[in-house]
């Protein structure tokens, strides 16, 4: 999907939906992150997708380079399998799903406490 398929919000929806169904972030699951692990793990994509200096994107992606400490490594949520890096495109649109998710569960949360 691109831009021109629908617009950039329909494939953020669309990739929260994949979010959802195929790696089974659901509502309920999410809700149990209430500590900013969602919107710390948007960070680190949208700062990857930032990146624009192909051996800095690489340093900041790649698992094996990043035992070590670095921004993102000390941002991404601890206790989550490291995040999938592709290109810089599809990680803003990550971000941004991991955003509505991260704002759809502050609403929950707000509305659950009335």
């Given amino acids: 999907m691109s831009a021109s398929d ?14 959802v169904d195929a790696e089974g972030w ?8 209430n500590n ?3 919107a710390r793990a948007a960070a680190c994509y949208a700062r990857a997708g930032a990146e624009s200096d192909p051996e800095m994107r ?23 399998n490291w995040f999938k ?3 810089r495109r599809r990680d803003l649109v990550k971000a941004g799903a991991l955003i509505v998710a991260e704002i759809e569960r ?9």
Avoid: C, S
């Avoid at 659901?26 to 992150?33: L, W």
């Avoid at 502050?106 to 009335?114: F, H, I, P, V």
């Fill in 26 to 33: 659901t509502p309920d699951h999410d809700d149990e992150h």
């Fill in 6 to 19: 629908g617009g950039v919000i329909a494939e953020i929806a669309a990739e929260r939906r994949r979010q």
């Fill in 85 to 87: 890096a592709t290109d």
């Fill in 58 to 80: 690489r340093r900041l992606t790649d698992p094996y380079e990043n035992f070590r400490f670095t921004p993102l490594r000390e941002m991404w949520p601890w206790g989550w």
């Fill in 36 to 38: 900013g692990e969602i």
């Fill in 106 to 114: 502050l609403d929950r949360k707000e509305k659950a406490n009335g």
